[in-house]
């Protein structure tokens, strides 16, 4: 069994883990870390501390009524997409520890497409 490097825990909740494969488990937010049990492989798991978080990036919907998962952005291991039973409850949970100007949302489909275009007309215009 793995060690968690938390000492105090605030929010365990049901989660899931996006990584090509998706794995099931609980997220535990605690004083020292974010981190990740499968709870059946106990071999599957990430700890995450909060000085190694560059950024949490929420994917909103609906004007913030619902956000079906975020992404937590690393200094050296990537990046690492989450799902929880409740995200919103979780994201609170995380706002303790991460500064508010280091949580974003990520772009609308909107935006997505407004920004593809005007890459693509500067592709055409330096040709």
């Given at each position: 069994?793995?060690?968690?490097?938390?000492?105090?825990?605030?929010?365990?909740?049901?989660?899931?883990?996006?990584?090509?494969?998706?794995?099931?488990?609980?997220?535990?937010?605690?004083?020292?870390?974010?981190?990740?049990?499968?709870?059946?492989?106990?071999?599957?798991?990430?700890?995450?501390?909060?000085?190694?978080i560059t950024?949490?990036?929420?994917?909103?919907?609906?004007?913030?009524?619902?956000?079906?998962?975020?992404?937590?952005?690393?200094?050296?291991?990537?990046?690492?997409?989450?799902?929880?039973?409740?995200?919103?409850?979780?994201?609170?949970?995380?706002?303790?520890?991460?500064?508010?100007?280091?949580?974003?949302?990520?772009?609308?489909?909107?935006q997505k497409?407004?920004?593809?275009?005007?890459?693509?007309?500067?592709?055409?215009?330096?040709?």
């Amino acid at each position: 069994m793995v060690k968690s490097i938390n000492t105090k825990v605030d929010l365990t909740i049901t989660a899931t883990w996006f990584r090509g494969i998706a794995s099931y488990g609980k997220v535990m937010i605690g004083d020292k870390a974010f981190e990740f049990y499968n709870e059946k492989n106990i071999g599957d798991f990430v700890q995450i501390p909060w000085e190694e978080i560059t950024y949490v990036v929420a994917d909103v919907r609906f004007h913030g009524k619902y956000i079906p998962r975020f992404e937590i952005r690393t200094k050296k291991n990537g990046n690492f997409i989450f799902a929880t039973q409740d995200s919103k409850k979780t994201l609170r949970a995380i706002r303790k520890y991460i500064p508010a100007d280091h949580m974003r949302q990520s772009l609308s489909l909107r935006q997505k497409l407004t920004l593809s275009f005007k890459n693509m007309i500067n592709k055409v215009h330096k040709k």
